[in-house]
């Protein structure tokens, strides 16, 4: 089982998940992480981190969010990997909780 980063993340982008995780496997988008499930461990480390709660095991995403392990799988091929922690989106207090936010992810390379 891999954990995947969901909707919340977006426009909010918080890095602190990304300085427990053991395999490296978090990849950087504009405006959103994703896990590499290739690389994922499940080690249960980043889900405590991520201060807006959007990382979550693969079996407890929510029924809505179930299209999220998809696409953290696509964008982990094509997007760069990170590894140091970085501030958040400036705006990011504006953005947590917000729904329907997939339509604002940006897909190009970060």
């Known amino acids: 089982m891999t954990f995947v980063v969901s909707e919340n993340c977006i426009k909010c982008k918080h890095t602190t998940c990304i300085e427990v995780c053991p395999t ?22 980043c889900p405590v981190e991520c201060p807006i709660g959007a990382i979550f095991e693969e079996d407890d995403l929510p029924e809505e969010q179930r299209h999220f392990i998809e696409l953290n799988a696509e964008l982990a091929l094509v ?4 590894t140091a922690v970085k501030e958040p989106l ?21």
């Open 79 to 82: 997007w760069p990997e990170i």
């Open 24 to 45: 490296d496997a978090f990849r950087e988008g504009p405006n959103f992480l994703v896990i590499d499930p290739e690389a994922c461990i499940d080690c249960n480390l």
């Open 90 to 110: 400036t705006d990011h207090e504006l953005w947590d909780g917000v729904e329907n936010k997939l339509p604002l992810l940006e897909r190009r390379s970060a």
